[in-house]
T-cell receptor, first 114, second 114 residues
Framework: GESVGLHLPTLSVQEGDNSIINCAYS??????FIWYKQESGKGPQFIID?????DKRQGQRVTVLLNKTVKHLSLQIAATQPGDSAVYFC?????????????FGAGTRLAVHP | KAGVTQTPRYLIKTRGQQVTLSCSPI?????VSWYQQTPGQGLQFLFE???????NKGNFPGRFSGRQFSNSRSEMNVSTLELGDSALYLC?????????????FGPGTRLTVL
């Protein structure tokens, strides 16, 4: 498949463990944040989103935490599975940037070992 | 329903040539955005089209252009190709542009410039 990033930071976890992927965002005016998952040969896939007026949001096996004070976003994946292996990107939408203009972080590669 | 489709999936061009990439959004979606993905720069926003009008534009030179047709299908064109234009070009469709909503990405077109 295609490589989406040759020099991305990699998080290696054992199957069944919890994973935490971190992201620092740049624009304090951003009011909407999204986590995407990108598997080899595919486009990014929406995982979960959070608005700036929230600190935490939970989905199925995933939780996103937002700390606006330090401009930090994290994605927690519970009971990580081999199918979770992918590159994960955080993205922000600045309030004045237009609703579909995503600003992506650099990405983190998650490698799940059986 | 069918997802976002992009054609062609792979393309090889030489420096100085031009290229046109095509994106068909999900049926009913009126917003189409384009992104460039490279190992060095990551995912970068190119532009967004909504109802045949460019709504947002990223920081790319004028060699990069696009358009959207009345059926919401979109094309992007790169003229006078440079080696640095080699990348995965992704398009994303969304229902609307006026409020935050989930964007759905296609699999991308891999452009190689020799």
């Amino acid at each position: 498949g295609e490589s989406v990033g040759l020099h991305l930071p990699t998080l290696s976890v054992q199957e069944g463990d919890n994973s935490i992927i971190n992201c620092a965002y740049s624009n304090s005016a951003s009011d909407y944040f999204i986590w995407y998952k990108q598997e080899s040969g595919k486009g990014p896939q929406f995982i979960i989103d959070i608005r700036s007026n929230m600190d935490k949001r939970q989905g199925q096996r995933v939780t996103v935490l937002l700390n606006k004070t330090v401009k930090h976003l994290s994605l927690q994946i519970a009971a990580t599975q081999p199918g979770d292996s992918a590159v994960y990107f955080c993205a922000e939408i600045p309030f004045s940037g237009g609703y579909n203009k995503l600003i992506f972080g650099a990405g983190t590669r998650l490698a799940v070992h059986p | 329903k069918a997802g976002v489709t992009q054609t062609p999936r792979y393309l090889i061009k030489t420096r100085g040539q031009q290229v046109t990439l095509s994106c068909s959004p999900i049926s009913g979606h009126r917003s189409v955005s384009w992104y460039q993905q490279t190992p060095g720069q990551g995912l970068q926003f190119l532009f967004e089209y909504f109802s045949e009008t460019q709504r947002n534009k990223g920081n790319f030179p004028g060699r990069f252009s696009g358009r959207q047709f009345s059926n919401s299908r979109s094309e992007m064109n790169v003229s006078t190709l440079e080696l640095g234009d080699s990348a995965l070009y992704l398009c994303a469709s969304a229902l609307t542009s006026g409020r935050i909503g989930e964007q759905f990405f296609g699999p991308g077109t891999r452009l190689t410039v020799l």
